[in-house]
């Protein structure tokens, strides 16, 4: 399986000249939809679904629900790889999902494609640059070799917050939802497609060898609406033609938010204080039924 390398931004702009595209993996939740937790077996019936599209997933608790453990041996049986998450702002999660990872590495060592340590935590304010990246060098110590970086918010690359992760990263995944910046889907890829190459640009500058990922993207089926921007199955599908095929045919590697939808999910709040919805933003239904043509 070939991972491709993101192209040189200078590259961004012209995609006659794009020789490869890039990689599309799926976030995957750990719960079925009634809330209890996936087995091997759920994974397995998941992973026959996703790869119509891709050969790799992520997540981002290795512990919760056992998620290491039940996953690795259904992306054996299914030729996946996976991208762990460690859960960093508690030290009880950061040990758990740790333990979870190394505990099992052994034995599936060609599944375990890369690992985050963190999500969003620089966004959240939870630590320093230097902080993160001292977590990232601790799980590296663990898993020499495994790719091991973090995974925040498109900004918090852009404007320095996490430059010295970066420079100690093997991989930086970005975050970019112009769904949750209120954009209309009129605007919605435009402004997708800045936010990347904002962050790209000044990751580059710092560290030429990272491997680059967007880490999350898409737009919700259903939900309430967030300031212009609309829920729906056209919109998500406009996304989709003109955002997600857009940016990995430009050879950015791309992961999906998410896979299936996860109706377990409690209601949250959004920044502004308008509801903010998780539960509708599958590419496939929770029962891992169709939505719209994902064809690129």
């Not at 209890?36 to 077996?41: A, F």
């Not at 609406?225 to 599908?237: F, H, I, L, R, W």
Request: hydrophobic letters at 40%; one cysteine or more; aromatic letters at 12%.
């Amino acid at each position: 399986m070939r991972f491709a390398k993101v192209l040189p931004i200078a590259l961004a702009a012209a995609p006659a000249v794009v020789s490869a595209a890039g990689t599309l993996g799926f976030a995957l939740g750990t719960k079925k939809p009634d809330g209890t937790c996936k087995s091997q077996s759920d994974y397995e019936a998941d992973l026959d679904v996703v790869k119509s599209k891709s050969s790799i997933v992520r997540g981002y608790a290795a512990s919760d629900c056992d998620f290491a453990q039940n996953i690795l041996p259904a992306a054996k049986n299914k030729d996946f790889k996976v991208i762990f998450g460690i859960w960093a702002d508690t030290e009880d999660s950061y040990n758990a999902d740790k333990t979870a990872i190394t505990k099992n590495y052994p034995q599936f060592k060609d599944q375990v494609y890369a690992v985050t340590v963190g999500s969003e935590s620089l966004y959240r304010g939870n630590f320093t640059g230097d902080q993160l990246l001292a977590k990232i060098k601790d799980v590296k110590t663990s898993l020499p070799d495994v790719k091991v970086g973090t995974a925040d918010s498109w900004n918090k690359y852009q404007d320095g917050t996490a430059d010295p992760v970066v420079k100690g990263s093997d991989i930086i995944l970005a975050n970019a939802f112009s769904y949750w910046q209120g954009q209309d889907i009129k605007n919605g890829s435009a402004s997708f497609f800045d936010d990347i190459m904002q962050a790209l640009g000044h990751v580059q500058s710092l560290n030429k060898d990272v491997e680059f990922w967007v880490g999350e993207t898409g737009w919700p089926t259903g939900g309430s609406s967030y300031e212009a921007a609309n829920p729906g199955v056209k919109e998500a599908q406009q996304f989709w033609k003109e955002g997600i095929c857009g940016i990995t045919a430009w050879g950015v590697n791309t992961f999906v938010f998410e896979a299936f939808d996860e109706p377990w999910k409690p209601l949250s709040t959004g920044q502004n204080g308008q509801a903010a919805d998780e539960t509708h933003w599958g590419v496939w239904n929770a029962d891992r039924s169709s939505k719209y043509d994902i064809s690129c």
